[in-house]
Structure formats: C-alpha cells, structure tokens
C-alpha cells in the first residue's frame, strides 16, 4: 500500500503536520517501510502505520501484542492479565475459521469478566484484547492505537522499540 498525504491529511494529522509538510514528506507516496526510514519522529512514524488500512487486522493485533507484552514485563500483576495475551497469539496462529471463532468468543467473554483494570499495564492489554474482538479496520486501528499510546504514556519512552516491532511485522509481509 502507497501511504499518501491525502490519506495522512483525511486522518487529521496533528498540528505540526500541515498539508504542505505531509506532501513535501511523503511526494507522490510511500510504502510502510519508506516510512520506517524516513526522518520524522518515532511516535508520528507509529501513528502513520497504525492508520486503519496500513496493516492487516492480523498485524494489527500482533503489534498490539508486543505492546502489551513488554507493558507487563515492567508491571507487577502480569500473571493475571497474560492469559489474555496467549489468547490473543492463539487467535493469531488459529488454523481454522472455527478455531478463530472460539479464541474471540473466549477474549469477549474475558473482556467482560476481566479483573478491575488497576495499571496502564493492564489498560494496554484489554485495549489489545479490543483489538482482536474490533468488527471494523477503524475499530482495530483506534484499539491498537491506544494500545501503543497508553505504553509510551506509562513507561515514559521513545516509540523506538515500537518502531523496531512495526519494522518486523512489515517485512514478515514478503516472507509470506
């Protein structure tokens, strides 16, 4: 997919990306990768990719993924909430429609009878577990999105280990 300024610019970029910036930025388009390398922040680099369209819900989920994983890794009360992850990687490698199916109907249901949600840690989880169960590429997009947002705000770091994960499952595309 050709990411180009029409497609930022529908997305209301923020303040600091006029339309006149975006089109010197991205000219007549650029891949997810040319976007990877180019020279804007890590954080806008991030929000870029999470546009709905950009990735597969697959790819969405497994980003949303490794947020939440690293999120529990500096968190106290992983165990808890790391069945939810499982889930959600068993959903990614389901082999079957019916199995899918189950894993999501499992993830809605522990999305409804979660423990209380007492960390950003755990925020960023049920938002990846909304990523799975989204209906729609937005709702996907919007749920990991804040996923990622809530695991920079939390752990007050750069989007760098972000874009390394983003960088991977975009070059997973062609091994496919």
Avoid at 14 to 24: A, G
Avoid at 142 to 148: E, F, I, M, T, W
Avoid at 164 to 169: G, S
Wanted: hydrophobic share 45%.
């Amino acid at each position: 997919m050709k990411i180009t300024a029409g497609f930022i610019m529908k997305h209301r970029p923020c303040y600091r990306y006029p339309e006149r910036r975006v089109r010197d930025l991205v000219g007549a388009g650029k891949t997810p990768l040319q976007v990877l390398a180019s020279r804007i922040p890590a954080a806008d680099k991030v929000w870029v990719l999470l546009l709905p369209g950009v990735l597969s819900h697959a790819e969405s989920v497994k980003f949303a993924v490794s947020c939440a994983r690293r999120a529990l890794s500096r968190a106290g009360d992983a165990d808890v909430w790391m069945n939810a992850v499982l889930d959600a990687e068993a959903w990614l490698t389901s082999k079957s429609a019916a199995d899918a199916t189950r894993v999501r109907r499992r993830l809605m249901e522990w999305r409804r009878r979660r423990p209380p949600t007492t960390t950003q840690a755990t925020t960023v989880v049920v938002c990846m577990v909304n990523s799975v169960v989204a209906t729609s590429p937005q709702k996907v997009a919007l749920a990991v999105q804040d996923a990622a947002t809530i695991e920079r705000m939390a752990f007050h770091y750069f989007a760098k280990p972000q874009v390394t994960d983003l960088r991977k499952i975009i070059k997973a595309r062609g091994k496919r």
